[in-house]
């Protein structure tokens, strides 16, 4: 035997021993006479091959839309998938006599979606069925924006058939932590001077003045007592009134200097379940009159601090937030009177808008820096404008008004915890006992602990504006 003609022998032997170590991919009914088989599943628009152990001569199908057969052999039969639903194969021996009855059914391929859904989403627990002629999902998923990604790729598979049973797994309460804090300061100087001159003679009468010293009343409170009144008693004023001949000559010098400081700060904590809208109010409500038919109605509006927000938990830890916060109050330096009622006006600082954010991580969602200035100089015509005694006849007042407003939200994922972790504001204050409250005058003592640490801190530091 040549080289050639051995290598070609060995070629052919491993060929063979290769086909015959390879198992059939087909399905083998075993057959009971009387009895029906097992159920066949066939994916649709592929065919699978089933062999029975015992001879058939006759082949038939129920429904030829669902499943088309043909013979290989008297022992193998070619199945094909055509439309998803159930229908029945009878095998019949050659003696006529039945064999069997076989349950076919014929359901979508779900084998590519199902490994599409592994590579786009490795790891997760998600289970794939069918039902009819749809797709049933089912499992544990670690965020919604997975579970609308494998929602979207079943829909590719069967549009408008898909089931979700699918679960949210995860930490899917959120704790949002808003922080208002507003700075406001104003300044205020005013600097007037008025200048007054009287006649004391028979012959001629009369006063001038300007300002303050128009008034002739005041003019001689000046002479009298060496005091006059001032619309504005927190004014400082320094008063001089002197004689030459028949004449009074006064002068009257006014200055105010105020300053003032506001701060408010609120932070308002609440925590919502993922998808779900939270609401939180500390505050109260206003009545305010409304004529009606029936004469005068009250209608209640609500002020205080307001939180509303929705929180979505898209993926792991990122949360996304639609928020509505705010924060008004009863201004008292504004009101309306109708029908004898008195409505006082409202302050009011608002917010609405939607991010998205990390666990922990923190947003400055809203701010505004507000610099109000005004200066106002008045003066007599002409003698205003004179050199320094021009400024008997001036008055300058300056105004300045600065305000720094910033909202920052936080939010965080959340447990319930066990109660006896959480502490109370109640916590921090312990009531005294009778010696402490009638020896030593204490209407309230600290705790020991973390909490009497809390409530020992002092919050005095330096704040608001700098200004020159």
Same mark, same amino acid.
Not at 194 to 197: C, D, R, T
Not at 313 to 332: F, K
């Given at each position: 035997m040549s080289m050639k003609t051995f290598i070609l022998a060995g070629v052919m032997g491993a060929a063979l021993a290769t086909t015959a170590l390879t198992p059939v991919a087909a399905e083998v009914l075993r057959v009971a006479t009387g009895q029906a088989s097992s159920a066949l599943n066939v994916p649709m628009n592929r065919a699978v091959v089933v062999e029975s152990d015992v001879p058939f001569a006759e082949l038939s199908i129920a429904n030829p839309g669902i499943a088309d057969i043909s013979t290989l052999s008297d022992r193998s039969i070619y199945v094909l998938g055509k439309a998803p639903g159930r229908t029945t194969l009878t095998l019949l021996s050659p003696d006529g006599k039945l064999i069997s009855n076989v349950d076919v059914h014929v359901t979508p391929d779900i084998a590519e979606f199902k490994e599409r859904l592994q590579q786009i989403l490795p790891g997760e627990t998600i289970e794939v069925r069918t039902a009819n002629d749809g797709i049933v999902l089912s499992g544990t998923v670690s965020s919604t924006a997975k579970l609308d990604r494998a929602l979207d790729l079943a829909s590719r598979y069967a549009p408008d058939r898909v089931s979700n049973l699918m679960v949210v797994g995860g930490t899917q309460q959120v704790m949002l932590k808003v922080r208002f804090a507003e700075m406001q300061r104003s300044v205020t100087k005013n600097l007037s001077a008025?200048?007054?001159?009287n006649s004391t003679s028979a012959d001629v009468g009369g006063s001038i003045g300007t300002g303050i010293l128009a008034d002739a009343t005041r003019l001689d409170q000046i002479f009298t007592d060496g005091t006059t009144t001032s619309p504005n008693e927190a004014v400082g004023r320094f008063g001089l009134g002197f004689t030459a001949g028949a004449l009074e000559f006064a002068v009257l010098l006014e200055a105010l200097e105020s300053k003032g400081m506001v701060r408010t700060l609120a932070e308002p904590n609440l925590t919502a379940l993922s998808g779900q809208e939270a609401k939180f109010l500390a505050g109260g409500e206003y009545p305010i009159p409304i004529p009606d038919n029936d004469g005068i109605g009250i209608e209640y509006k609500p002020f205080g601090v307001e939180?509303?927000? #929705?929180? %979505? %938990?898209?993926?792991?830890?990122?949360?996304?937030?639609?928020?509505?916060?705010? %924060?008004?109050?009863?201004? #008292? #330096?504004?009101?309306?009177?109708?029908?004898?009622?008195?409505?006082?006006?409202?302050?009011?600082?608002?917010?609405?808008? #939607? %991010?998205?954010m990390r666990d922990g991580e923190s947003f400055a969602i809203a701010g505004l820096l507000q610099d109000d200035f005004r200066d106002i100089n008045g003066q007599v015509p002409w003698l205003g404008d004179v050199p320094i005694i021009g400024a008997l006849f001036r008055s300058a007042e300056y105004q300045r008004a600065q305000s720094e407003l910033v909202i920052i939200v936080t939010p965080h994922l959340v447990t319930p915890v066990q109660g006896e972790a959480l502490a109370l504001p109640t916590d921090r204050v312990r009531i005294p006992t009778e010696r402490e409250l009638f020896l030593y005058g204490d209407v309230a003592t600290s705790p020991k602990g973390a909490a009497g640490e809390v409530a020992r801190q002092d919050f005095s530091t330096s704040y608001g504006y700098v200004m020159e």
């Open positions: 008025s200048l007054g001159i939180l509303n927000f #929705t929180p %979505v %938990v898209v993926d792991g830890d990122i949360i996304n937030l639609t928020i509505n916060a705010a %924060v008004s109050s009863i201004d #008292t #330096t504004m009101a309306l009177e109708a029908n004898g009622f008195t409505v006082n006006a409202y302050k009011r600082r608002e917010t609405s808008t #939607t %991010v998205e």
